[in-house]
Every structure is written in structure tokens, then in C-alpha cells.
């Protein structure tokens, strides 16, 4: 996992944290957004040629929620677990970092273990 400085997670921070684009392998699978209260998922164009199956519970081409999908929340971990507070610390996240969920996906949720997918910042 790459570390972010504190420098480039400010840089970061000022750019929208509400649309994060979700990659495998390099390629575009979608982005999510979250706006006026809604969280959006779009497939990119180029998904199906991909074949590969969907995000679990997020239905092509385009999905809107109140609430984030679980499959985005599990990406985070539980706050009350040193992983948690070690990746706080590697991100250098401020406590109004915490509290935003895009953040959090972008930068301690962006990858994980079990999934071949990437969440992250456009650059």
C-alpha cells in the first residue's frame, strides 16, 4: 500500500472527495459520488466488455442509495481496531477526515485484501 504524505493528503482533501472512481486492474469499473445526500454508482462504458460480474448489490449501469451499499462499508474497518487507528495514522487523517466516509474509502478502505477492486481519488 503507498503512503500518502500529510502534504498530499491536504492536495487531496481539496479536491472533491465526493466522486471516487473504482478500478480492477487498471481499468474503469465506475465511480461513486456522493451528492446532495445520495450516493450514486455508475458502471463505466467500458464494464461490460470487461466481464466481470458487478459489484455485489450495485446493479449496472447506474444505482443511486440514501445510504452507502455495503459493499463500500465493509471496505472501511472498525474504528475500535489498531488497524484502523495505524491506516488514521499512515493517511494522516484529521478528525474531520474521520467523519467523512468518501475520505475514508479513498484513502483507508482504497484497497483490501480479500477484493481485486481499488477505490480511489481522480487525480
Do not use: C
Not at 487498471?26 to 466488455?49: H, K, M, P, R, V
Amino acid at each position: 500500500m503507498r503512503s500518502i504524505t500529510q502534504k498530499d493528503n491536504q492536495r487531496l482533501r481539496k479536491m472533491s472527495s465526493q466522486h471516487l472512481k473504482v478500478t480492477y486492474k487498471n481499468d474503469l469499473i465506475g465511480t461513486l459520488s456522493y451528492d446532495d445526500g445520495i450516493y450514486t454508482f455508475e458502471y463505466s462504458e467500458n464494464f461490460e466488455a470487461l466481464k466481470i460480474q458487478p459489484l455485489p448489490g450495485i446493479i449496472p449501469p447506474k444505482s443511486s442509495s440514501a445510504t452507502l451499499w455495503s459493499y463500500f462499508r465493509t471496505r472501511i474497518p472498525s474504528t475500535n481496531t489498531h488497524v484502523y487507528r495505524k491506516l488514521i495514522d499512515e493517511y494522516s487523517l484529521s478528525e474531520v477526515d474521520q467523519q467523512d466516509v468518501m475520505v475514508l474509502l479513498a484513502t483507508v478502505g482504497s484497497k483490501v485484501a480479500t477484493d481485486p477492486f481499488v477505490v480511489t481519488y481522480f487525480e
